[in-house]
């Protein structure tokens, strides 16, 4: 699973990404940005991000994109990301963009998904998962999973705000690159604030 360069004792974080595809564009310099500052970067696809083509791009070419950012294969199978936690394959996991359907398999307990199965696999062995959550019912259907998920043990959220308050009243989207610190604050069990952002 890891490359050459993850033997030289590098901190290895999954990153999760889900089907929210507008944001995936808005995701990928938080993956340079956590390779600039020394982290090995495992790519995990959910099955929609993975498979699924858009006007925002096909599934092939962001695939083929991750694999040349991070010198790693995709993990998008539940066989694939199981051992993640229980072999200390990774010390963390970013879970960006964070669909409303995510946040609600993660409250629920659900593990039936490569993303989820990945969260789950980490949170066995205590290690933290950072959301950067971006849903169109962040205030309406998700409000109570997000709610659910801040009180929870090992989940770290990135800030977040609406992102368009008169087109999308119901929106929620964080900020992209407030990622990699709000990673390493979790790592020493801290969660960066402001978690909610100022229009």
């Given amino acids: 699973m890891k490359n050459e360069q993850n033997n030289n004792n590098r901190p290895t974080v ?7 595809f507008c944001t995936l564009e ?3 310099p938080a993956i ?4 600039q500052k020394g ?3 495992l790519p995990v696809m959910s099955f929609a991000a993975g498979s699924l083509d858009t006007r925002f791009g096909t599934a092939e070419s962001w695939r ?17 990301v199981e051992p993640l936690g229980p072999k200390g394959l990774a010390d963390a996991m ?3 963009p964070c669909t409303g359907t995510t946040l609600a398999r993660l409250d629920e307990g659900l593990s039936d998904t490569p993303i989820t199965l990945a969260a789950k696999s980490l949170l066995r062995v205590r290690r933290p998962i950072v ?3 971006s849903t ?5 259907a998700s409000a109570r999973h997000i709610g659910s998920l801040l009180i929870r043990k090992d989940y770290y959220f990135v800030p977040f705000g609406q992102d368009d308050c008169v087109k999308k009243p119901m929106s929620l989207k964080a900020d992209p690159s407030a990622i990699a610190d709000t990673l390493n604050l979790a790592l020493q069990g801290q969660q960066k604030q402001p978690i909610l952002l100022q229009s």
């Fill in 32 to 35: 340079e940005d956590l390779q």
């Fill in 39 to 41: 982290w090995n970067v």
């Fill in 94 to 96: 970013v879970i960006a």
């Fill in 14 to 20: 999954a990153f999760g990404l889900c089907g929210s």
């Fill in 131 to 133: 959301l950067s959550i």
């Fill in 64 to 80: 083929r994109r991750l694999v040349e950012m991070t010198g790693n294969p995709i993990l998008d199978t539940l066989t694939a």
């Fill in 136 to 140: 169109n019912d962040g205030l309406s």
């Fill in 26 to 28: 808005a995701v990928m």
